[in-house]
RNA sequence: GGUCCCAUCGUCUAGUGGUUAGGACGCGGCCCUCUCAAGGCUGCAACACGAGUUCAAAUCUCGUUGGGAUCACCA
């Protein structure tokens, strides 16, 4: 039989992080075995939906390469694949399973004033006992003919404990008793997803559930439902949620990274993919980079974790920064000019490119590295002073005055050239090649740390500005 | 509170009875070096606790502790 696995967001909002994992297991427990990969938007609560958010999820799918082989905007053999367009199938089959016993109507008004008094006595945490279970059946479906205002309600009839096995806790046996006769089919005519999950996996001939563990406990409550049904379950991945820290989900809520927020700070699309891939995942050797086609090669379901993962940064930052590294010049340069609009003109980008490619982690820190190519900060003299460069005022004044005028030479403005020329000075004037280069680069920077040399800054400023910064420099150095 | 689930360096993890408990991020040091990065080498750092089973337990069992989930006309 051939796998099919879905991703089913509500669309509620935006793509987090824990969201975009569950996506990509599906995703890759479909492709990893020649199967399909189908999208399905969940919208049976009208009061969460939000204008755009299935548009935000289709592109995020598409930014990194999760393809699907059907969905609401390519269509498929088992559409319609928006919840909201399938509403008269789930009355169809809630009336049906209402006749094999696994459901009934009931008519009670919102059950809530019963439920939220004495939250923590024994007795509001057992089961609901709905009086409309006792109503004949006979007599409820003349209600519902009549056009009385009705939900359907699961039965849970069962007795002693139920099993059902998950790819990754296994064998797991709940209590029928703790499971609660929950509403299946909402007043509007929608269902819950209880059981519009349940329908559309079936329907649509879903092989394999990858979803958050908190489902773990109501699963008995869908493998009822289709065993009232006669229908075949799933196989369950649950899997743990990705954690902001030991205690708290990673959540919008509380204003933690989603894939888009990580997408303007500068991550990759590739490099968010495989670092979140390696939570709660790993290929069972030391590989760590992983393209999402090598994953579709080597993923396996069996080497899930259990237990939740702390989402780092810090690693993701690194990770990122290998994958800026291993983008060739051109694409790096790409990416990264967006970043350069501030700054004049007349630098020359491709070479800051190639100074800045090994040096930044996140194309979001290119500003912060780059701005003193705008302007020289404010910086004192004392800048100049370094213990291990053996400089201080003195030397870097009488640098600067030797540099100036070889500069003035130099026809062919680049990296060796640039670097041969100082260097020459300094052997001719027996000083150490940093006591040159030291003070060339504060003041070309007017900054302790730079990204690149003091030639390659050169090379980025151009003749012209290097030759200006220099004289600049010298007068500051004389007052 | 009932029920279910989880537990290896700070973090992500390898490990399925016998390992000097391995790797990665981060952190410290050294090398390289025109500063900073990158790269190379190196150091610090973990089996939550307690019983049991066993010649032998991070690994199996039980308990304790800690954490999470769930108990909606939300998904």
Aim: some cysteine; aromatic content about 10%; proline content about 5%.
């Amino acid at each position: 039989m051939k796998v099919r696995t879905r991703f089913a967001p509500s669309p509620t909002g935006y793509m987090h992080i824990g969201n975009l994992r569950t996506a990509l297991y599906e995703y890759l427990i479909a492709k990893a075995n020649g199967g399909d990969f189908i999208l399905r938007i969940e919208d049976t609560d009208q009061k969460r939906y939000v204008e755009g958010a299935t548009d935000i999820i289709y592109k995020t799918l598409q930014r990194v390469g999760m393809n699907w082989d059907e969905g609401p905007d390519i269509g498929g053999n088992y559409g319609p694949y928006i919840q909201s367009e399938r509403k008269p199938l789930y009355a169809e089959y809630a009336h049906k399973l209402v006749e094999l016993g696994g459901a009934h109507y009931c008519f009670c008004a919102q059950k809530e004033e019963e439920k939220d008094v004495d939250e923590d006595t024994p007795e509001a945490h057992t089961k609901l006992k709905d009086p409309c279970k006792h109503i004949p059946l006979e007599e409820a479906k003349a209600r519902v003919a009549a056009g009385e205002t009705f939900v359907v309600r699961q039965n849970i009839n069962k007795k002693g404990t139920s099993l059902f096995h998950d790819v990754v806790y296994g064998d797991i046996e709940i209590d029928y008793d703790e499971l609660d006769e929950g509403v299946l089919l909402k007043s509007d005519g929608l269902p819950t997803y209880n059981f519009a999950n349940v329908i559309d996996d079936h329907l649509m001939g879903i092989t394999h559930v990858v979803r958050g563990n908190e489902y773990i406990s109501s699963t008995p409550k869908y493998n009822l439902i289709y065993e009232a049904f006669g229908w075949e379950p799933p196989v369950y991945v649950h899997v743990p949620p990705v954690m902001k820290d030991a205690q708290h989900k990673l959540s919008k809520r509380n204003g933690d990274a989603s894939f888009q927020d990580l997408v303007a700070k500068g991550y990759l699309p590739e490099a968010i993919l495989n670092y979140i891939a390696l939570l709660g995942w790993n290929p069972g050797d030391k590989r760590e980079i992983f393209s999402l086609q090598e994953l579709e090669k080597c993923f396996s379901s069996e080497r899930l974790n259990k237990s939740p993962a702390i989402f780092d940064i810090t690693k993701l930052t690194w990770m990122n920064g290998c994958y800026i590294r291993n983008l060739s010049a051109e694409d790096f340069h790409q990416l990264a000019s967006p970043y350069y609009k501030d700054l004049p003109q007349s630098l020359d980008f491709t070479a800051l490119s190639t100074v800045l490619q090994p040096r930044v982690e996140t194309l979001g820190q290119i500003p912060t590295e780059v701005a003193f190519l705008a302007q020289v900060p404010e910086y004192s003299n004392e800048l100049y002073c370094n213990k291990k460069m053996k400089t201080d005022v003195d030397i870097a004044h009488k640098a600067l005055e030797l540099v100036l005028p070889a500069l003035n030479d130099v026809t062919n403005w680049n990296n060796e050239t640039l670097f041969e020329t100082l260097k020459g000075i300094a052997t001719a004037n027996e000083m150490k090649n940093g006591q040159i280069l030291y003070p060339v680069r504060i003041a070309l920077s007017g900054q302790e740390t730079t990204p690149g040399g003091a030639t390659e800054l050169a090379c980025v400023l151009g003749k012209d500005e290097t030759m200006m910064r220099i004289k600049n420099a010298i007068t500051k150095l004389k007052q």
